[in-house]
């Protein structure tokens, strides 16, 4: 059996696979529209729209047919399961992908995901963490495939900057799962039960003096966390559930530095109950420009998972001019200034990303460590 080809396909024409049709088609159109922002047909690479339908099988069937048409470059499919059905097809036919799903489970050599994941984030935010000695590394995260992500990368985070192993602790969506998770995360049977051991033998004496000592042990300050960064990957009713909790098991936030995900940025997040804490995510002043292109031309301004057919789209046009789509073309170590910021893709498949940090404000956020624009920066 023949080895799959190496990626390299002559930079002439490119494919985009989307859904045009199915639930996901407005979604589809939209991501279509970008990416002819980038590439609008008057040079080359030509740009080459195909249907999925949003399935795996429509994704697979479309990617078959991109090959036979001469497609250099795949850029899509959506989702991660159309991405799982494409790789294998593209592979073998020595074509790269630019996916757009975000699964970090689907990067491989020659397979890019550009959906931002939880890894670039939460590397940022160690990053910007790590440089005001915020070491000591939590999480509390909710028993779904996102929080298991986001506690994966905060390990894999830790580990890179050579930092201790976070403690991490589940819950349930539920009061009573996140009360016992933050209460064990806290350790407060150790750290306060010594205190209120002694405060309760005092008020056993039945003194007066028994009384004014209980009153002056519940003054004491109890010893801090094990941990001065605290990660959290949920929203909403959840969110606020573990803000009213924190303060309850003695988790100072003026100390322990709150970090959240990207999604904090809507203000329908709730992250507004942890005013000081931070997130990660793209700058919205660099996708100013296409923002205005975009409604210039469709009367309507994008969505944000626009911007990862438009970056895709530059990329291929700035790659074609090289004449192929080749490996070392895609992964030049100077990356891309795209939509979303500088991103640049490696050998393995994984994409590096230069995000911005973010502080929950009252009401917004403001910017407290401006995104990098090339290899090298902060928490790249």
Not at 10 to 35: H, N, S
Not at 174 to 197: L, Q
Not at 219 to 237: H, M, V
Not at 324 to 346: E, N, Y
């Amino acid at each position: 059996m023949a080895s799959p080809a190496e990626p390299g396909g002559k930079a002439d024409r490119v494919t985009i696979l989307l859904p045009m049709t199915g639930p996901r088609a407005d979604i589809g159109q939209a991501m279509l529209q970008a990416a002819r922002l980038a590439l609008p047909g008057d040079d080359l690479p030509r740009l080459e729209a195909l249907d999925t339908g949003g399935t795996p099988e429509g994704a697979a069937s479309a990617a078959r047919a991109a090959l036979a048409g001469g497609a250099g470059l795949i850029l899509g499919p959506l989702t991660s399961a159309e991405t799982a059905a494409v790789a294998p097809i593209a592979r073998d036919g020595g074509v790269a992908v630019l996916a757009f799903t975000n699964d970090p489970s689907q990067a491989q050599p020659g397979v890019w995901t550009l959906g931002i994941t939880p890894g670039q984030q939460v590397r940022r935010l160690v990053a910007a963490a790590h440089a005001e000695s915020h070491d000591q590394l939590a999480a509390l995260v909710p028993q779904s495939d996102f929080g298991r992500l986001m506690g994966e990368a905060l390990t894999q985070a830790a580990s890179a900057a050579s930092l201790p192993p976070p403690a991490i602790r589940t819950y349930e969506p539920n009061m009573g799962s996140i009360t016992a998770a933050i209460r064990s995360m806290a350790e407060y049977d150790r750290r306060r039960g010594p205190v209120d051991a002694q405060i309760k033998a005092a008020r056993a004496r039945g003194t007066a003096e028994g009384r004014h000592a209980a009153q002056e042990l519940a003054k004491q300050t109890i010893p801090p966390p094990s941990f001065n960064a605290l990660l959290l990957a949920d929203s909403g009713e959840a969110l606020a559930e573990i803000a009213a909790v924190l303060p309850y098991y003695d988790i100072d936030r003026g100390t322990v530095r709150i970090m959240g995900p990207a999604q904090w940025a809507a203000p329908a997040s709730g992250a507004g109950a942890f005013g000081g804490a931070w997130y990660a995510a793209p700058d919205p002043a660099s996708r100013t420009a296409m923002v205005a292109q975009y409604n210039e031309k469709y009367g309507a301004p994008p969505p944000g998972i626009a911007d990862l057919a438009f970056d895709a789209a530059s990329i291929a046009r700035a790659v074609g001019a090289k004449g192929r789509f080749s490996i070392a073309a895609l992964t030049q170590p100077g990356g891309f200034g795209g939509v979303d910021g500088w991103l640049a893709l490696l050998p393995d498949g994984q994409v590096r990303r230069g995000l911005a940090v973010f502080n929950v404000d009252r009401g917004g956020a403001s910017m407290v460590d401006p995104a990098p624009n090339a290899a090298g920066g902060p928490g790249t």
